[in-house]
């Protein structure tokens, strides 16, 4: 294979970009001063990580690829019901309601015919799935794992690894064998559960997400170290590393279906004609022909709400890239304040509880514009070629661009752009 070029991204979730420092994560830090680092990297609204693996395996956004939210509104049998996207079943419900899950092709797709995508990830199963919805490579994840054309991955070959720190570093291992001696593929995806799954349960700047950081650099420099190795041996290899979104601290949280209720809404969300699809820090509304005008008619009064920032409805919600599409006729982002939590990390957000859930105020979460949810890293090692700082904008969607183009493919139907165009 001696020659050929492949290319490999590691996703850090939840890794803030304010968060990759000499003292936090030296081992991010040491590989930025040999890549080139993207000081101007955005999220995708909702700042979730199922709607962020779909954004970074088409290189488009939401309003394209038509996956809406953590959780999301489909019409079914008349009735908008909301459904979790984390679910291993989900794709089973959004055909049933669609017709079919992304509306674009996905990376693994793009290379199947040209050295084949695997993809390793320890977030939610949805999260997962989403990479590669309709199994055009192999997809490994602890709820199951997939060949090309769907077939279950069996036994000592399926993907048995913890949803945590361990389960990561168990994950990094297979892919580092997978891509260096098993499977050698075209495009390979690393998608860590850390520091994200850790800081749902802890504030930022915690012992323990100090730790999680740790962790994932650990992962991070064992990629870089079986890199290093595949250069040595003749190969061209682009290597990417970044995150899907940050974090920011829960201040409070608010049943956003209780205050519609409490507003002459009862109704219309019982009859499935508007309902609520929380994001963490955001929240989707989905109204019928029938519930869109009283629903729209609540929102000026929602905007005076104490948990509600900033309110966009209609053609406005492509200015977050997101569209009105699906039902979808209003986003809201939850109001944030200023003060500092115990370790020092400014802003506190209101978020949108979800029903029967308690709300862990103090740890992190994401899903809405705020200022560092929205602010994941990338940065992209070929070896040397590339250093130094991009300034200009990018976003998690020129990932797939800028792997379609080292690799070859063709550069159309993407939202984001490559970063070395
Ligand atoms: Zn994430």
């Not at 019409?75 to 291993?88: A, L, Q, T, W």
């Not at 800081?199 to 994932?216: M, W």
Request: hydrophobic share 40%; glycine share 14%; proline share 5%.
């Amino acid at each position: 294979m001696a020659g050929s070029r492949r290319a490999v991204f590691v996703c850090c979730d939840g890794l803030g970009r304010n968060w990759v420092r000499p003292d936090t994560t030296p081992v991010l830090d040491d590989l930025r001063q040999r890549s080139l680092w993207c000081d101007a990297h955005s999220a995708v609204f909702p700042s979730v990580t199922r709607v962020s693996a779909a954004s970074v395996a088409t290189g488009c956004l939401p309003a394209r690829h038509g996956l809406h939210g953590n959780r999301m509104g489909l019409i079914e049998d008349g009735k908008i019901v909301v459904r979790d996207v984390g679910n291993p079943d989900f794709r089973t419900h959004m055909r049933r309601a669609t017709g079919g899950t992304l509306l674009v092709p996905s990376l693994a797709e793009r290379v199947a015919k040209a050295g084949g995508f695997i993809g390793f990830s320890n977030v939610s199963p949805g999260a997962a799935y989403f990479l590669d919805p309709e199994h055009f490579g192999h997809i490994y994840h602890r709820a199951g794992s997939y060949a090309p054309g769907g077939a279950r991955i069996e036994g000592t070959q399926a993907l048995e690894v913890s949803h945590d720190a361990a389960g990561d570093w168990a994950m990094t291992e297979r892919f580092c064998r997978e891509v260096r001696e098993d499977r050698r593929p075209a495009a390979a995806f690393l998608w860590l559960a850390d520091p994200d799954h850790t800081l749902h349960g802890v504030p930022l700047g915690s012992p323990a997400h100090h730790d999680a950081l740790a962790a994932a650099g650990r992962c991070v420099s064992e990629v870089f170290r079986t890199v290093g190795r595949l250069r040595e041996e003749g190969e061209e290899i682009l290597l990417l590393v970044g995150s899907d979104h940050g974090q920011e601290t829960i201040g409070a949280g608010i049943a956003i279906e209780d205050w519609l209720a409490a507003r002459g809404l009862a109704g219309l969300l019982e009859a499935g004609d508007v309902a609520v699809a929380g994001q963490g820090t955001a929240a989707l509304f989905y109204a019928t022909d029938r519930g869109r005008a009283p629903l729209l008619g609540i929102l000026d009064e929602m905007s005076r709400a104490e948990w509600a920032g900033e309110i966009l409805a209609g053609e406005r919600l492509g200015e977050q890239g997101f569209a009105a599409l699906g039902g979808v006729v209003a986003a809201v982002d939850m109001a944030r304040q200023g003060e500092a939590n115990p370790y020092g990390v400014a802003g506190r957000r209101w978020v949108a509880a979800e029903q029967g859930k308690p709300v862990p105020i103090g740890s992190g979460q994401h899903g809405g514009w705020g200022p560092d949810e929205t602010r994941p890293f990338l940065m992209m090692n070929d070896g040397g070629r590339s250093s130094g700082t991009l300034q200009r904008p990018t976003c998690i969607t020129d990932i797939a661009p800028t792997i379609a183009r080292f690799l070859g493919l063709p550069g159309e139907g993407f939202d984001g752009k490559c970063l070395t165009s």
